[in-house]
């Protein structure tokens, strides 16, 4: 059966090839100045290098969907050991090239970075986020993003150290001895105290139960999301929509609100707000209230649950590995004697540092980061159209033998002699790279490390015999069921 589709067609390829392979009941079509439609034939509009790429087979119309969907890692994991550096795969319309080399990766966040955008999933966000620097492109972002960096300079974020050991010895007044608790409800709870207090000096305390459910409920509307083969816009009233639109009313009534209150008084208390409030750029120009909210809530989202889930998985590993856990305390015994942790107590604490890093190796919670292109480029030699999206994901990069002796091993140590120097820049990204690099990475890290040091002087956190710790890689890949731990206090 032949049938003929104009050339002009071919730029709506995917919606074409999917009606025309459901009437015809085919499975492959080919394109040129006129089209073919042929159960035989292989897609000729792609470019010749990619279409030697190998992926795993998939359905005629959801393509691989089903089975990412079904076990994201996993699928993943297979096949990168099947297929190598780079593979293909297609979710419902959308193709997909998988890298898992360091030098490709670099290639798409750092070399080649202006051929490419965020992914899709990333702009079905926008009723939350707005334009804010995680979803915005282009000249915008680059001026919003020149604008809220200073507030992330080291001096600026070192001025919240205090608050997050205060906020932190705050919760463990209330934690005991033999208590069982879930650590990662724990983390998420303290996070956001913390974000919202260096954000807006908020306490949100009271506040807070009203944020965080509304925090929830957008978390899971996203989470709801992911894998959809049909996306339904934020706007349609589906009953997930509806609970997602109340949240954000929520959560803007509690936003705009701050900012109304700080520029009506002028009061600037040194926070985040009111350094994004006050930057100006060269024409000193500033942001308007909604830049400022979508910043704001940027920040507020990007900003609690990454650090949240990090905290999560080193409770979890540290329960596993007793001898990390032993080394661990000898460190904080012997360079804090019992006091509460300061910034300059930091770069003494080389092996709460590594423990850090190693986690964020292993459970990277950033686990998949998407870009599409805009403009057409070679990755690796393989040249990516327009309209292509390409992943590289932290779960794979980061336990490749290549890089990582063991790498399934949870070894601290293995970064004490200048690992990270050794291997290619890329093999370890839990924050990106290139000018999209997280904005907020000094200020989790510092968090990570204070609360970790804080927590681990007083009570060690064992996993409860009902514990079920299972990665669930979804907008960011968090213990599905939580981590439930029996507390231990280390005076006992
Ligand atoms: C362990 C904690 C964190 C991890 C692993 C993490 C990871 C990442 C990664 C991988 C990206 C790049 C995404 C991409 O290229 O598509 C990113 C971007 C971003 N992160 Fe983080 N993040 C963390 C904590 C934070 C914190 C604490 C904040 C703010 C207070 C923050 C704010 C942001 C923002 C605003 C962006 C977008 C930056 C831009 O595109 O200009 N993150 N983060």
Known sequence: ????????????????????????????????????????????????????????????????????????????????????????????????LVV?????????????????????????????????????????????????????????????????????????????????????????QLTLEIVAKALFDAEVQGESARASVAMNTVMAAFTARVGKMIHVPEWIPTPVNLRLQRAVRQLDEIVFRMISDRRRTGEDPGDLLSMLLNAQDEDGGGMTDRQLRDEVMTLFMAGHETTANTLAWIWYLLAGHPEVEAKLHEELDRVLGGRSPT???????????????????????????????VEACTIGGHAVPVGWTVYMSQWIVHRDPRWFDDPLSFRPERWSDGLMKRIPRYAYFPFGGGPRLCIGNNFALMETALLLATIAQRFRLQLAPDANVVPLPTMTLRPEFGVRVVLQGRSS
Request: aromatic letters at 8%; one cysteine or more; a positive charge.
């Open 1 to 96: 059966m032949s049938v003929t589709i104009p050339a002009t067609w071919v730029s709506n390829r995917i919606r074409l090839e999917e009606t025309i392979l459901v009437g015809c009941g085919l499975d492959r079509l080919d394109y040129g100045t006129t089209c073919h439609v042929s159960a035989s034939h292989r897609d000729s509009s792609m470019p010749a290098t990619l279409d030697r790429l190998a992926g795993p087979k998939g359905h005629w119309l959801r393509g691989n969907l089903s089975q990412f969907v079904a076990g994201r890692l996993g699928f993943l994991e297979e096949n990168f050991q099947k297929y190598g550096d780079a593979f293909l795969i297609r979710l419902g319309p959308k193709r997909i």
């Open 100 to 188: 898992s080399h360091p030098d490709l990766v670099e290639e798409v966040l750092v070399t080649k970075n202006r051929c490419f955008i965020k992914h899709f999933a990333l702009r079905r966000t926008k009723l939350t986020l707005g334009n804010g620097l995680l979803t915005s492109e282009g000249d915008f972002w680059r001026r919003q993003r020149k604008l809220a960096q200073p507030a992330f300079h080291r001096e600026k974020i070192a001025q919240h150290a205090a608050m997050m050991v205060a906020y932190t010895e705050r919760m463990l007044s209330s934690w005991r001895d033999g208590q069982a608790r879930d650590a990662q409800d724990d983390m998420m």
């Open 343 to 373: 910034m300059d107590d930091l770069p003494n604490l080389p092996y709460t540092d590594q423990v850090v890093t190693e986690t964020l190796r292993l459970y990277s919670t950033v686990w998949l980061i998407g870009r599409e292109a």
